[in-house]
């Protein structure tokens, strides 16, 4: 079966950690109220990230660490019309 991995934005991880078990480059970086919105490329693909603004803030262009809360994730079939 051919399906799609949907990762919620609010349980994206974005941190200067190292060790994480995704990285990533900041390509966009945006303030919005209380949160920072990050677009981040991947060796995955385009991830995006929604942050509390009163975490770390990351600089487009800096390297970054990801990881993923499990409580965000959802697979979905691809082709809904079966």
């Given amino acids: 079966m051919d399906v799609y991995q949907v990762i ?9 950690d190292e060790s994480a078990p995704f990285h ?19 060796p995955q693909g385009e991830l995006f990230a929604v942050a509390p603004a009163t975490e770390s803030t990351f600089a487009v262009g800096a390297r970054v ?7 965000g994730l959802a697979v ?7």
């Fill in 65 to 71: 660490g990801i990881a993923l809360l499990p409580h």
């Fill in 8 to 16: 919620r934005p609010e349980s994206v991880i974005v941190s200067g």
């Fill in 24 to 42: 990533g480059t900041v390509r966009q970086a945006s303030f919005v109220g209380p949160s920072i919105e990050y677009t981040i490329d991947t």
């Fill in 76 to 82: 979905l079939p691809r082709d809904v019309s079966a």
